[in-house]
């Protein structure tokens, strides 16, 4: 931006210098015309003086050039000149067909930019405007060899080319500026024989005035490009100065003013408008400005060194009286070592020194925060070398910083386990990922530590991976509970499997005292049948009830037991199928129908497990079902993340105030001899296995449903 300024301001200086110069341009411009017009002279001398027409012819001659000098004198305008051409020589060759190609070297074609008669539309416009390669056709052929060429019979030289229609007699003569074809003047009229010698003369002579007016229309031309060109640059130079948030003073080499901004005025408590200053002189300005200041005299003692030395300096901080900093810059301007003059740029940069000043504090502050915060911190390179640590770490580690500063901190503090975890995650890290883990360490003591560390990627302010930054959370204590709390478990399963051991020992030791009652007591009833009272049959009946249901909640216990939360995740379970074995295994009464409404999912689940939810709700259906047409339904409906299930009956129903006592090991509504009332806890105890849910709806001598569900 700098330089894009002090190029447009060397321009401005260069164009104040060139203003004082107009005069004598304008007399440069001028002694060109001269010489344009005295060139043209020369040439219709030579022409004239060298060609044996008649007196008359002659006259006819000189008449046509000076009407061609005359109309071309004032044009600058490339278009006008071959237009004024075109008509001129249309007119005194008596054709009525006169074209100017401009020829383009660089694009290696002609194009016809002006023309006369029939060639034109009443708008002006050419007819077939043609565009054609250097060195094809006639006209093609004399841009390319710079000779001119008169035909008389077209139709026996292949290299004609029919425009509007068919000419036989053809004039062509090339424009040359500098040794370079410019341009062709071309003509054609429909007779053979038409154009004579001295009629190919007389254009040449023409063309050679063109070429020179056509040197001094691109002069012209470039001329007022330029100046375009620099009054758009002092415009954009205005506009980009006014606009900006520094105050500018540029001022030539005696210090006269050339220009300045609102900005630079309402620093230095200027009433004027920037363009009023235009032309002042800066000489006592410092003077006359240094009360502004907090320090006056070092204020104009550093102008005046500066601009004596004429060397650029940057960034020169001064104070003002109401506590305003400028950051200013003194910038000599130089052409080719000769010195124009120099500018003065101030900023406010109050604010930003007082953003510093804050920023400084708050650094401060937050690394006093970092530095003793429970959490280590650690910053590391991309070789893992130990950057910087905090307090807590050095607490952590029992190092300190002075030993871990420019050591490799996995060699230092991890185990082999660790170390090999830590360099993948670091891979990771150097691809821009943040990460997670755990370590062993060890500390200085060599005892072993627990981190969990959280690692991020360290970059600088090319968005570039320089490192990583690891903040270290000491989680020993918690890992030591966790190991205990393995252990306990542990310890807990084996007391399980001893526990389940001892259910299955228990109830295979109960139960055989209780067949040995039961066959006793068929025994003595067998034996003394006749000899007993219908009362005490009555009581061998009871007994062999009791001694049923003994045996039903011994077998009910050694079930519950018997579950566990290890499960086997058996996959694609197809329920249907294993609806289909339950139900041929169990036994089903007569009156009771079971209907499955539609197709039931596949899931992973443990088979066992489903078996035992899916069978003790159908036969708790079973059971408690007393209509003469039993009923009990099958369904499910699909939800996002789990399967709800339904098992319907119609039988007796439940009481709302045993809704969830039924659920609890031994609770049983209706008391029969094989029902152990545990059937319902075993389903409960599964699906907490699983997270899952069950629930029941039920009206008393309607009937229930009981819903659950199994995960996707």
């Known amino acids: 931006m700098e330089a894009i300024i002090i190029a447009n301001l060397q321009r401005e200086l260069e164009s104040e210098r060139l203003k004082n110069k107009s005069l004598d341009e304008a007399l440069r411009i001028k002694t ?334 937050y690394s006093n925060i970092i530095s003793n915060m429970n959490l280590g911190l650690i910053e590391v390179d991309n070789n893992d070398v130990i950057l910087m640590v905090n307090k807590s770490f050095e607490q952590m580690s029992g190092y300190k910083e002075y030993e871990l500063i420019g050591k490799t901190g996995a060699d230092i503090l991890l185990d082999e386990a660790s170390k090999k975890m830590l360099k993948a995650q670091v891979d990771n890290r150097v691809k821009g990922e943040s990460n997670i883990y755990e370590v062993t360490a060890k500390n200085k003591e060599n005892a072993d530590r627990y981190w969990l560390i959280s690692g991020a990627p360290n970059y600088n302010i090319n968005d570039e991976i320089i490192g990583s930054i690891g903040i270290h959370l000491d989680i020993t204590k918690q890992k030591k509970l966790e190991i205990q709390k393995e252990n306990l478990l542990e310890k807990l399963k084996k007391s399980n499997e001893e526990l389940e051991e001892y259910a299955h020992i228990v109830s295979h030791d109960l139960k055989s005292p209780l067949r040995n009652i039961s066959a006793l007591a068929n025994w003595i009833k067998t034996d003394n049948l006749s000899k007993l009272k219908p009362e005490s049959i009555q009581h061998f009946k009871q007994l062999e009830l009791t001694l049923e249901k003994m045996d039903t909640l011994i077998s009910g216990i050694l079930k519950y037991a018997s579950i566990s939360e290890e499960t086997v995740l058996d996959h694609n379970i197809d329920l249907n199928e294993l609806l289909d074995t339950i139900l041929q295994t169990i036994h089903i009464p007569q009156n009771i129908s079971i209907t499955i409404k539609q197709t039931l999912p596949t899931i992973i689940v443990d088979r066992m497990k489903a078996r035992q939810i899916f069978q003790n709700l159908i036969m708790n259906a079973i059971e408690h079902n007393d209509k003469p047409q039993g009923i009990i339904t099958i369904d499910f409906s699909e939800q996002e993340k789990h399967y709800e299930f339904s098992v319907s009956d119609n039988g007796v129903g439940i009481d709302e105030k045993y809704h969830k006592k039924i659920f609890k090991i031994f609770n049983s509504i209706h008391q029969k001899s094989h029902n152990s009332g545990i059937g319902l806890s075993i389903v409960k105890k599964i699906l907490n296995i699983y997270n899952c849910t069950i629930r029941i709806e039920s009206e008393l001598g309607v009937g229930t449903t009981f819903f659950f569900t199994l995960n996707k």
């Open 32 to 365: 060109l015309e001269n010489k344009t017009l005295k060139s043209t002279r020369v040439v219709i001398d030579t022409v004239t003086t060298t060609d044996e027409a008649s007196t008359k012819t002659k006259g006819q001659l000189i008449g046509v050039l000076d009407i061609v000098i005359n109309r071309l004198f004032g044009s600058y305008n490339i278009y006008e000149i071959a237009q004024e051409i075109s008509d001129i020589l249309s007119q005194f060759l008596g054709t009525n067909d006169c074209v100017i190609y401009a020829v383009y070297k660089d694009k290696n074609h002609l194009e016809q930019i002006a023309a006369s008669g029939r060639k034109l539309t009443e708008n002006g416009e050419i007819i077939n405007k043609l565009l054609m390669p250097i060195g094809e056709g006639i006209v093609g052929s004399v841009a390319k060899s710079g000779k001119s060429e008169l035909i008389h019979d077209t139709s026996k030289d292949d290299r004609y080319i029919e425009d509007i229609e068919t000419r036989f007699s053809e004039l062509t003569v090339p424009i040359i500026l500098n040794g370079h074809v410019i341009g062709i003047i071309d003509s054609e009229h429909p007779d053979k024989n038409f154009f004579t010698r001295q009629q190919l003369k007389t254009v040449e002579s023409i063309a050679k005035v063109a070429a020179l007016k056509v040197k001094h229309a691109l002069d012209m031309r470039e001329k007022d490009q330029s100046d375009r060109d620099l009054i758009t640059s002092q415009k954009r130079l205005y506009s980009l100065i006014s606009g900006l948030d520094t105050g500018i003073l540029l001022e030539d080499e005696n210090r006269k003013i050339i220009l300045t901004n609102q900005r630079f005025c309402n620093f230095f408590q200027i009433p004027l408008s920037p363009e009023y200053l235009i032309g002042q002189d800066c000489s006592n300005a410092a003077e006359q400005s240094k009360h502004l200041f907090k320090n006056p005299e070092h204020f104009t003692e550093r102008i005046a060194q500066l601009l004596e030395k004429r060397e650029k300096a940057i960034a020169d901080e001064v104070v003002m009286a109401n506590n305003t900093i400028l950051e200013r810059d003194y910038i000599p301007i130089f052409n080719d070592d000769e010195y124009l003059g120099h500018l003065w740029s101030y900023r406010d940069v109050t604010l930003n020194r007082n953003y510093q000043k804050s920023l400084e504090a708050q650094r401060e502050k």
